[in-house]
């Protein structure tokens, strides 16, 4: 059986945008039966849990005989293992995987900075108005490449999937607000029954 890890005793606050919630997504879209095992925070800080995730962090991904962290790379591995999501196509494949990358380093540290800054009481204001505006620019211009498409390849692929979870924290913050393309691109993906799923069991974690 599939398993990845998640985290329980967490901050409410950081509902549905735990990145454990990618793979959880990724697997429901695939129709793989999986597990989750609930790790509280400080137990991803020591052994065994860092034989298993390195950095601590969550989630680690077991199947079979592979063992594997990084989100990112765990999204490929699935993608090309069960040929879903991922194009076979060179330049479409190639595309993808420029608008995945585009999430995780050109989009998501910048909203984590932002969330980061808005709980440190030493943050001043300029910092954080300059840390927005960051994040409206790139946002600006993830909505300008996506124009009119529904997607940011020809179909559905773990680029959307990567996209639509970091987003969620720019509308957390009603960045997409100027942007309806983008608040349709959301609607559209989180409209999917797989992710539906994957929420519905990822909310659980948390107490309220
Ligand atoms: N690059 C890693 C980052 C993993 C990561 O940042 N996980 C966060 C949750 S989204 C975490 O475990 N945070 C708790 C901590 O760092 O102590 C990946 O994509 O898998």
Known sequence: MIQFSCL?????????LVRELRVRWMLEELG?????VIYSHPETKKDPYLLLQPFGQVPYF???????????AI???????????????????AH???????????????????????FDPEA??????????????RVRVLSEQLGEKEFFGKSFSIADIVMTTVLRSACMSNFLDPHPNLLSYMNRNEARPAYKRALSEHVKLYKE
């Open 96 to 118: 993808t995987l420029q608008w995945m990358f585009a999430g995780q380093t050109s989009i998501e540290p910048f909203l984590f900075h932002l969330f980061l800054l808005k």
């Open 8 to 16: 329980t005793d967490i901050p409410n606050m950081t509902k549905g």
């Open 62 to 72: 077991k199947a079979d005989d592979l063992q594997m962290f990084e989100t990112g």
């Open 124 to 137: 001043t204001e300029k910092t954080k108005e300059k840390a927005q505006q960051i994040c409206k620019d």
């Open 32 to 36: 793989l039966p999986h597990e989750s």
């Open 75 to 93: 999204l490929i591995h699935l993608a090309l293992k069960y040929n879903k999501f991922l194009s076979d196509e060179e330049i479409e494949r």
